[in-house]
């Protein structure tokens, strides 16, 4: 079954730094993306960044340049991180890993999401 466990989130103020990691376990043998989505409170939740297996990345438009996401595998278990740098308030939200399959039909099918981390960033 597969699992994925977020490192615990943080408070920072304006301008700090806070490193997220996502550990994958019992991966389904696919075509995979991994990524990080958020949601405020009261808000819907939005895609954040992803990585695809073969290491192409994405990133929302609000990020910036100030997010970098990575990934590295060690046998079974996949790690994924999302570094984000010049942290704003607006970037107070819970922040959600989330992992996708590709079977060969060109189609993303959900895998599975993480219970997810708080992140808060005060002025």
């Known amino acids: 079954q597969v699992q994925l466990v977020e490192s615990e989130g943080g408070s920072v103020q304006v301008g700090g730094s806070l490193r997220l990691t996502c550990a994958a376990s019992g991966l389904k043998n696919c075509r995979d993306r991994m990524g990080w989505h958020r949601q405020a409170p009261g808000k819907e939740r939005e895609f954040v960044s992803v990585?695809?297996?073969?290491?192409?990345?994405?990133?929302a438009d609000f990020v910036k340049a100030r997010f970098t996401i990575s990934q590295s595998q060690d046998n079974a278990k996949k790690t994924v991180t999302l570094q984000m740098n010049d942290l704003s308030p607006e970037d107070t939200a819970m922040y959600f890993c989330r992992r996708d399959c590709e079977y060969g039909s060109a189609a993303w099918i959900l895998d599975t999401w993480g219970k997810g981390t708080q992140v808060t960033v005060s002025s």
């Open positions: 990585i695809y297996s073969d290491g192409e990345m994405a990133y």
